[in-house]
Structure formats: C-alpha cells, structure tokens
C-alpha cells in the first residue's frame, strides 16, 4: 500500500519565491497534518485539516504561510514570500481517525527538505 | 515550553544489550503516548504506544512503561539490534478526540556491533 507521498524531496529557492510544498494522505486517512521540523523547536504542528476542512491552524507562524486542501487526496504548503528562516524540513502525516479516540497513529511521508537561500 | 521533554539527545549501547530512552511530559491532560522512530531521510515511523489506563504495552522486543504519578514514560528494547539505530521521538496527546500530538525534540540511539 502506498504511504503518505509528499514532493518535491528537496527544495532550495531564493528568498522572497512562493514555495509549494505537496502532499497525497494515505487513502481512506480523514485527518492530514502538516508539521515543520528544525533543531531549534523539534517537530511542530502548523495545522491539521479533517474531512478536508481546516481544524486547527494555531501552529501556522506567520500570515506567510497558508495551507489547502481541496479534495481527499491532496494538500499544498505554500509560503509567500520566502525567508531564510523557513528553512527545515517540512512533513506531512495522515490517520484514518482521531489519536486516542480509535487507537490510530499518524503516518508520515518522508518529508520535505526546504533550503531559502 | 516544552511540553514533552526528551533529556538525552542520544544514547549509545552495544548490540544485544538494553536500550532505555526516557520521556517527561507536563501536561497531566495528556493521556495516550506514542513512540516514533526516524530513520535519516525519512519520515517518523510509529513504533508503539500506550494509553493512561495502562501501565505497560509490550510488542516483540519493544515495551513502553507509563508512570502517571511522575508523568514519565521509558521505550525499553531487548536486545538491541544495529538496525534499532535511529532517532526515537516520544509524543503525547490529550483524551476525547484530541488529534494533535507534542512531541519530544528525539533521542538519537546508536546501537553498536
């Protein structure tokens, strides 16, 4: 079964370019998340969606960073304009119900490595 | 602050011995615990978990124990194996339809032949 698939693998860009980060959740997974890993802060919630629609974005950092999903089978990350702090690694995950209601774990894709120069 | 805290950034153990990598946390809301493992390059893999109305989960050569008292919890693994060489990340999540999880900043566990 395919896991989480998330692209491009690596990005590097210019400060200031729109970068979009794309992921597809494992099918028949209601919930997808999108997290930011650094050395600083570890792995971080930016906002998780349910059913495709937008539950909690409390962990987004800025009004730069916004996040869509417009069917069940995909989600975009986008940052406009980019800044050399966003960079890390950023990752999607998926769960076919809510932690600790139904047992049910969060898979993750392998992740995006976001360079801003 | 931290809400999840892993103190050690890394653990070295020879191959067939213990591993023991602890985790505190201090919200007394959370209630179901989870054990990640990373390998470079890829995304976090679920190991293990356990919820507060236990006190041990085992699975193969995998145990987590919780200590509600001392909002504690240890991933034992028996014997160690060079292929366990990852980062482990602990993560925490509330009761009651909670879906987000905190996780811990990962322990780096190096199992040497």
């Not at chain 2, 805290?5 to 959370?30: A, H, W």
């Not at chain 2, 504690?72 to 999880?101: E, R």
């Amino acid at each position: 079964d395919a896991g989480v698939i998330q692209s491009p693998r690596h990005e590097v860009t210019e400060m200031g370019q729109e970068v979009t980060l794309r992921c597809k959740p494992i099918s028949g997974h209601d919930y997808l998340f999108w997290y930011r890993q650094t050395m600083m802060r570890g792995l971080e919630l930016l906002i998780y969606f349910n059913n495709n629609v937008p539950i909690d974005d409390s962990g987004m950092p800025e009004d730069r960073f916004s996040a869509k999903m417009p069917n069940a089978s995909f989600s975009t990350l986008k940052i406009q304009p980019s800044e050399p702090r966003d960079s890390a690694v950023y990752f999607c995950a998926s769960s076919l119900d809510a932690v600790g209601v139904a047992d049910q774990p969060q898979h993750f894709g392998d992740g995006t490595r976001l360079s801003i120069l | 602050d931290q809400q999840v805290k892993q103190n050690s950034p890394s653990l070295s153990v020879q191959e067939g011995r213990i591993s023991i990598l602890n985790c505190d946390y201090t919200n007394s809301m959370f209630d179901y615990f989870l054990w990640y493992k990373k390998y470079p390059a890829e995304g976090p893999t679920f190991l293990i978990s356990i919820s507060s109305i236990k006190d041990k989960n085992e699975d193969g050569r995998f145990t987590v124990f919780l200590n509600k008292s001392a909002k504690h919890l240890s991933l034992h693994i028996v014997p160690s194996q060079p292929g366990d060489s990852a980062v482990y990340f602990c993560a925490a999540s509330g009761n009651s339809g909670y879906s987000t999880l905190t996780f811990g900043k990962g322990t780096m566990l190096l199992v040497s032949p």
